[in-house]
């Protein structure tokens, strides 16, 4: 029903009006190609939609300003990093009163022990340690669970994300068949060797992939997020806690995107037991921290296996991670901002969000969906949600997937680059909301053709 033709026609006059409308970020960009490395401080951001990024001016809430002096709703909300809206607040009166106090010594505060005791609480994993990124808690917790087990491998679900870690750089090809993920930069080894990958769901894969013994652990999302937002389906936890126990496999928990679900994240929500938990990304307020959980046993595994003449060389470190300032912004965060009270609001505004896009959807009969976990939601272009990373990556479309986000872009919206995800905000407004809505429907409109594209 939409016609390519169509589509293309549409995203050249779209790439027209942002390049017309962003002179500034344009220079800007022309300026970076001089020193930084295709014109961008990170690889991946030269995928943003338009023909060059949005350079940023200053962010407070829910909004920020660019260059060029436009405002932008911010649903992308840095994917998780700026949960909290922007310079939230609390988290700056702590940062700017710990600035004056010094930000990194390799020593605790007492801010550490008051963060392992809020995450214990949350979560329910009676130990706690700190890292940098929720990729460094990631890679730390593969290395305690191949330390603890004596076991090669990890087991992750096609099409997830864990941040860089060599062992998710994974995926099946249409045939099933593992192998290193499309784009996967200079893999260190195949990662067939250290990996086994199987579709989320599936409960016999994981039986089969846990039964030789030779699986530390598995890492997984409790609810897939970064392939558009796949549900567990009922009973699949149950399964994959049991199926983990009974093989002497670790669980670990990957909380980093989930903690839209709620203070404790999914695994307080759906009371789920993991042998350990991570969590990164909005629990310093956009301060880099991170921070990963142990059980009981495990952490009695781990003390009694780490002489203390060999504990800053065991792989697990980092000077600046723990510094003064993260834990100081993290409390802050965790004790002002991603309350329940946050919760309760910002998910009634999602159920917003996605009753607008759905309202759109059938409107026009596009045969799309739009999923929903916590204050997490997210329209994808196949018609029943997908159960699978397999089933998901086969509807990427990037045109259309371009076209989405530029569309919105050019109309003060900036939407989660490389799929349809939106975050609410502590400030984010049902003004907002409704704004996306509108928007979100003049683009279906213009996509199927019936001429409504003057609106805008
Ligand atoms: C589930 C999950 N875990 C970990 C990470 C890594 O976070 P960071 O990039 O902050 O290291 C991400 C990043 O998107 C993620 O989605």
């Known amino acids: 029903m939409i016609k390519r033709s169509r589509l293309h026609n549409l995203l050249l006059a779209e790439e027209q009006r942002f390049a017309d409308t962003h002179p500034r970020s344009q220079e800007l960009f022309i300026r970076a190609q001089r020193s930084l490395l295709a014109g961008v401080p990170m690889p991946w951001m030269v995928r943003w939609a338009g023909p060059f990024p949005v350079f940023v001016a200053e962010g407070k809430g829910a909004h920020f300003t660019d260059v060029d002096g436009h405002d932008y709703i911010d649903f992308c909300l840095g994917d998780t990093g700026a949960m909290t809206g922007h310079a939230p607040d609390a988290t700056v009166q702590a940062m700017v009163a710990q600035l004056h106090k010094g930000l990194t010594f390799m020593l605790p505060g007492e801010d550490a022990i008051w963060v392992g005791e809020e995450l214990a609480r949350r979560f329910g994993l009676p130990y706690w340690q700190i890292a940098m990124t929720a990729t460094d808690a990631n890679r730390f917790a593969i290395r305690l669970a191949r330390h603890i087990t004596k076991r090669p491998k990890v087991l992750v679900y096609n099409y997830c994300y864990h941040g860089t870690v060599d062992e998710a750089f994974v995926a099946l090809d249409a045939n099933g068949v593992p192998g ?5 930069i200079g893999p260190p080894v195949n990662p067939t060797l250290t990996t086994k990958v199987i579709e989320f769901n599936d409960v016999a894969a994981l039986e089969a992939a846990l039964a030789p013994g030779d699986v530390a652990c598995v890492l ?19 399964a994959l806690r049991e199926i983990t126990r009974r093989t002497g496999t670790l669980l670990i928990i990957d909380e980093t995107h989930t903690i839209c679900t709620g203070p404790g994240g999914y695994t307080a929500a759906y009371g789920l037991k993991p042998d350990m938990l991570v969590i990164g990304k909005p629990i310093g307020g956009g301060m ?13 595994q781990v003390r009694d296996s780490i002489a203390r003449d060999e504990a800053d060389t065991g792989g697990i470190g980092g000077t600046l991670s723990g510094n003064a ?4 912004a993290t409390r802050a965060t965790l004790e002002h901002v991603l309350t329940q009270a946050y919760y309760d609001r910002s998910i009634a505004l999602a159920e917003r969000f996605m009753a607008g896009v759905q309202g759109v959807i059938e409107e026009f009969g596009v045969p799309w969906n739009v999923q929903r976990l916590g204050n997490r939601a997210e329209y994808w272009f196949r018609r029943e949600p997908a159960r699978n990373g397999g089933e998901a990556v086969a509807a990427l479309d990037a045109d259309l997937d371009r076209f989405m986000h530029l569309w919105a872009l050019n109309r003060g919206i900036l939407m989660t680059p490389f799929h349809n995800m939106a975050l609410i905000a502590p400030d984010t407004t049902m003004a907002d909301v409704d704004r996306h809505t509108s928007v979100f429907r003049a683009a279906v409109a213009a996509l199927v053709g019936d001429g409504e594209r003057s609106l805008f």
Do not use: C, F, Q
């Open 180 to 184: 290193p993920r499309p784009g996967n």
């Open 220 to 238: 997984a999302e409790p609810a897939m997020t970064n392939i558009g937002i796949i549900l567990p389906d009922p009973g699949y936890h149950a």
């Open 288 to 300: 880099p921290v991170a921070a990963y959980g142990l059980s009981d046993v495990v952490a009695a």
């Open 325 to 328: 300032l993260a834990l100081a």
